[in-house]
Structures are given as C-alpha cells and as structure tokens.
C-alpha cells in the first residue's frame, strides 16, 4: 500500500537551532518527492521537490531535504530556524505516472520559541 | 498566491444535507484535484478530473462527486452529509502536459452539524 510516514508529530525548538524533519515512504514504482508547508491560516505551499538527479535538494526560505533511495527516505532540513518558520509540514510522494494523486503524511507542527 | 481559487471560503451543514464546493484552476492548468484534510490530518486525496472526467479516485464513498466545466473549472458535490466529513477541502490544479507541479486552493472549511 502507498503511504508516507512522518514520524514526528510536534516538534519544539527555540530560534537558531537545527531543524531535521523525517520522512519516509511505501510507494512501488519511480516517484515525485515533495516537501510542503501550510502557515497558519494560508493554503498549502511547495517548499521543495525531487524529481530526479541530485538527491540533495535546495528550496524556499533555507530548507532542503535529502533523497535517499536505500532508505525510503525524504528528510527535511534547516540549519537554523527562525520564528516565522512555524507552521506544519507535510511530506508527500507520487507517482510519475500519476501525477496529479499525491499521498501526503500526517503532518509535523513545528513551533518555534522565540 | 497560488492562482487556484476556491469558494466559499467557510460553510456550516446539516447532517443529511448536501454541499456543493467551487474551484477555479490556476491561469493555463486544464487538470483539478480535489483533497479532504480533517484536523490535524494530512490531505488525503478524493479524485482528479481531466477533460471534463473523472480519471482517478481516492477510497471515498459514491457520496463523494464531482464535475469539471468545460473552462475547466471544477466542482465537488457531497451528499447526505456526516458529521465526520467536517473538513478542509482543498482543490489542487495542473497542466497535464507538464503534470508533476501542483498547486493547491486555500481550501473550503465545511463544518457539518
């Protein structure tokens, strides 16, 4: 069965730290990888994407993520986060054939002390 | 602002009762997907349409349905509404030419009661 398993529910951390987000995935066949974020309030932004090639990929606002085909993983992260980078943030797969079906995590809320 | 966008903004219903939700897709995508994310939830995806049919479909009900218009815009009909169908429902858009970048509505809130 197709499904992402993001395995933090909530994350707290103060300003400048770190940020690493996991995230892997059960799906057969060649995929899309996709980080969004949705602010409070506001609709569903792509932070970044994995199409192929480099499996290190940069996004908006700091963020990247690694592809790491051996380990089904999608990881999220930030060398240092800001306040405004609250927001939840979801990983998501599809297919290459089927593009506009995208399988999303549960989600991980980030709160950032100020 | 991701150019898809959707209406009404927020709605409250009666179990039993039917709703109608509205998409206009981002300027050139001619493709509409349509999502639920229940609280604290991911979107799940409900089914996708393309020239004016529905080509896949998620694992919800027949309650679940929906058209697209000709100028592709697109709407999602449930009915005999539950409680558990309170939800953000997102509209989603793409070129299907160029298929992989998806861009998502800022959501309809439907509160059923």
């Known amino acids: 069965a197709q499904s992402v398993s993001q395995h933090n529910h909530h994350v707290i951390l103060s300003e400048a730290a770190s940020l690493e987000l996991g995230c892997n995935y059960s799906y057969g066949g060649t995929v899309n990888l996709f980080w969004y974020v949705q602010y409070p309030g506001q609709h569903l932004q792509l932070l970044l994407k994995y199409f192929s090639g480099d499996p290190l990929v940069k996004g908006i606002k700091g963020f990247e993520a690694e592809f790491i085909k051996s380990k089904f993983s999608f990881n999220l992260r930030k060398p240092s986060v800001q306040w405004s980078d609250t927001a939840e943030y979801f990983c998501a797969v599809n297919a290459k054939s089927s593009a506009s079906k995208i399988i999303f995590g549960s989600g991980t809320r980030l709160s950032i002390r100020p | 602002d991701a150019g898809v966008t959707q209406s009404p903004t927020h709605l409250i219903k009666t179990r039993g009762q039917q709703v109608t939700l509205r998409c206009s897709p981002k300027?050139?995508?001619?493709?509409v997907s349509w999502y639920q994310q229940a609280l604290g939830q991911g979107p799940q995806f409900i089914f996708q349409?393309?020239?004016?049919?529905?080509?896949q479909r998620g694992n919800f009900p027949d309650r679940f349905s929906g058209h697209q218009f000709p100028n592709y815009s697109s709407e999602l009909n449930v009915n005999a509404l539950l409680l558990g169908d309170s939800a953000l429902y997102l509209c989603?858009?793409?070129?299907?030419?160029?298929?992989?970048?998806?861009?998502f509505g800022e959501g309809s809130w439907l509160t059923v009661v």
């Open positions: 349409y393309y020239e004016e049919e529905e080509r």
């Open positions: 300027s050139g995508h001619d493709t």
């Open positions: 989603a858009s793409s070129r299907q030419a160029s298929g992989n970048t998806i861009y």
